[in-house]
């Protein structure tokens, strides 16, 4: 008998209802087989196109059931979940634009060369879907990272189907959108195989590990992501996983930027470090602020703004006890003080709140490098420091990251060109993340072509991108036919363009 | 007392001279780290081209000199020696101009935009450096794969300092290499340490190992290669393994194909597969040719072509014993023939020859599976087909390859479309392999655009290419700069494009 799948009040605790019940080792099996039989339904692009539009506007259409579900089961509140539901099909469409458009087949034809030495064959190169994608849901984004989410969509515009191992958080979501997808997948005369949805732990690692399975998608703590990458790489055939783990999000306020702005940048921080109860991956989890005067105010802003937030309910328990444990275990090192202390509010709920340490303590290692580590939910850790130098130290120390932020003073972000602190302070950041902020808050991230949302390991195990147009790079591979004659060629190598996709002709962009 | 590291005469099996020792785990960790702190050297692609170009520049100065050193290690000869130089230094030559141009880059701009929902920032995205890239050496190009080859050409293109574990093989030419090297960094006004060698199996097992390199390129076997992506997998921080393992490059010839040029096609495989004493990655290794008159005439053919052929030396006597073992094992299987029989020479040379068997052999599987495993040397399979379903049934058991081929007749590769048995074909080679050809054979790698050297495992370990412009990709890592004001951003991301690289500016591209 199969293990039933509850959908679970998180506000109360309560078992909602049964949605699902577990995936079997046999029903993965059957599953990943039927996607991969349905591949060859995605090979046309203005197919893929018309899929994730129709799934983009059922969307749309069933909002109010959808952000329900979503709300019942996350207890992110609805506003939050209409604006991920209007995300997600932002990106559903969008995917579906950069199918149609080809830019990402990086099409390149070189022309035989009988005069070089030696003779050039006749080459063209495109790129082709990978084959049957497994997709791991996020639990902070019901919507926008999981079932519907981001690497759903990319990966269905790249032409490969994809199994959902569902987040055990929000299962009725899960299904709910399965069912959506379902029916899209229908309006686009396409078989419903072409994305399915599985529930259960073992399920998810047997999806990992199946022969048919080309490649992954991953959004999650560092101890799930590592156990199914490692699962990944030991495959007779290994496959790529494109996981993001954990990110700690460094933040260094400059001296300057201090000086000039103590009260805004405290209240920012506090709203992004609270915001959605700090469960977002782009948390900002270590932020460096000047010991004396100006850091005092900064710190003194922070407290009033962090004591003025609502306590609020975390996605599941589990997640709760361990951000009250590991707000514990942090707070009690020597030498961390905790001006709002973070931890249990009422019964199902946490209250925000803040630890504050010296740099020293931070680069002395050993059980501080506790405080460099992420911790998910509403807490931050400020480091005082006293030069550039304890910045560096500190930073040296610091994992990789989704993203690394500097608050500078005007005239420093202005003027310096290439060679004044805050120069040097953004070629400290480059190594540690994927994307850079000056002056903003990394949480919001944005759909957009030049986007990156993946940094240095543990944020990511691969080099790639989650979020924005070139995430789609993942879920292929290139193929050059050579001296192939044209009828046997796809359209978009053909001479003449036929497909009309942008190409790099012996060496030269076409547009 | 390190182990000394000789260079030994193929051709006699003895010892030449000493030329080098076995590094230690300190000596590995003095090298990564000279070369980690030599990284901003790199910084400037013009720097870079620089270098590129006096390398080149350099090796064609010394041609001679390295030839000669080359083939007393390898037995290649100098004719094709002198071929690979060419080769070499047109691939440091191209790189030097790819570095240049910038594409490579993938500079996109999305500006910001405060009428969209949510708000857009200021989105800037280019690609930077991994960091120390460790190049494993193949063996069967002493120049082109090896320490001046196309993963040290690429990842210096890419800003990254190189650590190369020399082949053993070919010691003398790798230690001349980095001499050369060293020189063309020291007249481009470089630190010898973007580029360094070192010696011995277990310096190999330390480098991947090492947690300043950030990525490796490797050549050679698929033991060897699968130990250390292993290797780079289990480390506490993961990096990008880029493995050319092993490849059968399968070639099917049509029945129309047989019928028509059975001799021209049974010479060219001849030439193909002895090609180098058989020692290329993309050697045939898998023939599927039609049972029946046709084949028989191509068979014919190629028993006097291969016949014909002289014995030659194998890169080292490990080889040689290998290949004379592998042959012996694959002839002993029932239903095994061996019109010429490939095996020992000389005392140091081997013949190449071929087998034969019949495609129901082949899909019996257990341990037929043998002849689905490359045999390096001059040896390739001939399964002799009777239809269309026993092509498929032999292609669904072949491993992933660098390249897959069908010789087809003229009147099916020009007339059929998209429907007919030659586009089937294709459809199922596709899958297959990184590179397709038509009536040609796989050896010899254009170094050109489009062109792709990787395919599925144990093809290559990742989906990238080790041969043409886009090898480069596999040492880059993008990164996003939100917000951030002109005199912080790289000139490549600056408004009025002061470096003039191409970019996607909105979603548009800009040459």
Redesign the interface.
Known sequence: MSAPVWSVDPRTGNRREQVATEATAEEVDTTVRAAHAAAPALAERAQRARLLRAAADLFDEHVDKVVECADAETALGPGRLS?EL?RTTYQLRAFADIAEAG?FL?A???HADPAL??P??D???WK?P??VVAVYSASNFPLAFSVPGGDTASALAAGCPVVVKAHPDHPGTSELSAALLHRAAEEAGLPPEVVSVVHGFDAGVELVRHPLVAAAGFTGSVRGGRAL??AA??RP??I?FHGELGSLNPVVVSEAAAAERAEEIGAGLAGSMTLGVGQFCTKPGLVLVPAGESGDRLVTSLTAAVSDTEAGVMLDHRMRDAFVGGVRERAELEGVQSPVTPGAGSEHTVSGGFLTVDAEHVTSGGEYDLLLEECFGPVTVIVRYGDAAQVSAVLARVP?SLTATAH?GAAE??????DGG??RL?AEL??L????????WPT?V?V?????H?G???AT???S?SVGG?AIERW?????????????LPAELRDGNPAGV?R?V??V?Q?
Do not use: C, F, H, K
């Open positions: 604006g209007v830019d990086d390149r034809i070189d030495t030696p050039r064959p080459l063209r190169r082709v990978l084959g990458y490692d790489a030991a055939r290994p790529p990789g500078l972000a202005e003027a310096d060109g290439g805050a120069a953004l480059t190594p993340a994927g994307r850079i902020l000056v002056d903003g919001g944005a957009a072509p030049a986007q990156q993946g240095p390991y543990p195990t691969s080099t991108t070139t292929l591979r290139p193929v050059a036919y050579q001296n192939a004659p044209q009828p046997l942008p790099t012996d060496g962009r547009s």
